[in-house]
T-cell receptor
Framework: GIQVEQSPPDLILQEGANSTLRCNFS?????LQWFHQNPWGQLINLFY???GTKQNGRLSATTVATERYSLLYISSSQTTDSGVYFC?????????????FGKGTKLSVKP | NAGVTQTPKFQVLKTGQSMTLQCAQD?????MYWYRQDPGMGLRLIYY???????DKGEVPNGYNVSRLNKREFSLRLESAAPSQTSVYFC??????????FGQGTRLTVV
């Protein structure tokens, strides 16, 4: 099945710094999503981005489907950005759009 | 518009007890999913349902059963709980091949 690898596994930032999180996937996909899991465990949809570039405030994401990677950019980080960021893709060759998750990047933003 | 609603939010079971986790969505989605999340891991698919009346196994189905009661509701049953099933359980829904939305999670402890 499809493999999803996220890097780095852990990231510590000072408030106000910028960061880039990466997601590599091993096969073609129909669907790619980025989620933020906050410290209370809630999964929050950030982007649905199977290809192209999207922006939402201080966050933006780019997926280059032909090269099988996606990037999540966080600018001017805030303490509320702390948590775990997951990339998830469907298995194009599989069935029913099941999402396969990477292991996440744990982000800690220090004041 | 509540999105995806899971009950209960927390549960403690003794080994061998049974319970059912409930999930309902109000977005008219066809597909529904049950995932589990263990410490340091991404989410892993237990079961999914592509449409009312159909269910299929995911990556980690052993020890679980599911019922797609109607288009809105998808329940997960543990017939005889084991400590290895201590986890956080997430329900999700989507239209096929599109953005998935997750419930708030159920934190289950089996002692």
């Amino acid at each position: 099945g499809i493999q999803v690898e996220q890097s780095p596994p852990d990231l510590i930032l000072q408030e106000g710094a910028n960061s880039t999180l990466r997601c590599n996937f091993s096969d073609s996909v129909n669907n790619l999503q980025w989620f933020h899991q906050n410290p209370w465990g809630q999964l929050i949809n950030l982007f649905y981005i199977p290809s192209g570039t999207k922006q939402n405030g201080r966050l933006s994401a780019t997926t280059v489907a032909t090269e099988r990677y996606s990037l999540l950019y966080i600018s001017s980080s805030q303490t509320t950005d702390s948590g775990v960021y997951f990339c998830a893709v469907d298995d194009y060759g599989g069935s029913q759009g099941n999402l396969i998750f990477g292991k996440g990047t744990k982000l800690s933003v220090k004041p | 518009n509540a999105g995806v609603t899971q009950t209960p939010k927390f549960q403690v079971l003794k080994t061998g007890q049974s319970m059912t986790l409930q999930c309902a969505q109000d977005m008219n989605h066809n597909s529904m999913y049950w995932y589990r999340q263990d410490p340091g891991m991404g989410l892993r698919l237990i079961y999914y349902s592509a449409s009312e009346g159909t269910t299929d196994k995911g990556e980690v189905p052993n020890g679980y059963n599911v019922s797609r009661l109607n288009k809105r509701e998808f329940s997960l049953r543990l017939e005889s709980a084991a400590p290895s099933q201590t986890s956080v359980y997430f329900c999700a829904s989507s239209l096929l091949w599109t953005e998935a939305f997750f419930g708030q999670g159920t934190r289950l402890t089996v002692v």
